[in-house]
């Protein structure tokens, strides 16, 4: 009966390899042997050989050893890459507002105001292009540029002082209301507290283009 030949495994290989070079073969010779390994698992063996001739160490030529040489190289040549995780409109007001000494009460405010405003559009326009961004800031009057307008911090920070400015946080209707405008009986805060407590666990991505500069807690 013919037995078929099978090809040995790369670890057998490795294995078989070593144990020539303990047999005092030269390592050129050595290596010429490696035709039938990966580009990645030679690389290794040539590693692991050249700290052999330069130690004079002697090196054990189990099955283990080859394994552990195989896993070793691969795990050198390979680099996982993790995505970067875009925190969420949520996420940026609430870091905003606990930089400012305040909570989540804070956030959902400002969370609430900006859908008033902007239904989370950096690039909205309106009030005849006096108004930009977000939270729809009149920029020239204020004295902000445009760019930190229709930026999620930089306009959610200038929104919690002009709140403070007007009485936040002893009179919150109030103050929410004259970012819109004082003594006018809109409903503008009282729609503005509805929307931050409907939104407040529906997470909102982030549509600005500029990268937010954000280091999250």
Known sequence: MVVP???PSKCGLIAGLIRELNQGKPIMKTLKNTQTLT????????????????????????ASAAE????????????EVVPEVQP????????VCEDNGYGE??????????????S???DVIGDAGKARGYFQIHYKLHKISIACAEDLVCSA??????????????????????????????GYAA?????????????????????IVLVMK
């Open 157 to 186: 920070n200038w929104t919690i002082k002009y709140l403070e400015r007007n009485s936040y946080p002893k009179y919150v209707s109030y103050a929410i209301q004259c970012h819109n405008s004082c003594n006018v009986n809109n």
């Open 5 to 7: 030949l099978t090809k």
């Open 68 to 79: 552990s040489v195989a896993t070793t190289t691969q795990a050198v040549t390979q680099t």
């Open 120 to 122: 989370n559009r950096s």
């Open 88 to 95: 969420t409109v949520q996420e940026v007001l609430l870091d």
């Open 191 to 211: 729609k503005a507290i509805r929307n931050g407590k409907n939104f407040w666990n529906k997470p909102l991505a982030i549509t600005q283009a500029a990268p």
């Open 105 to 118: 009460a804070c956030a959902k405010t400002l969370l609430g105001m900006l859908w008033n405003e902007s």
């Open 39 to 62: 580009v990645t698992h030679r690389k290794g063996l040539a590693v692991l050989l050249l700290a052999i001739a330069l130690t004079n160490s002697h090196v054990t030529t189990s």
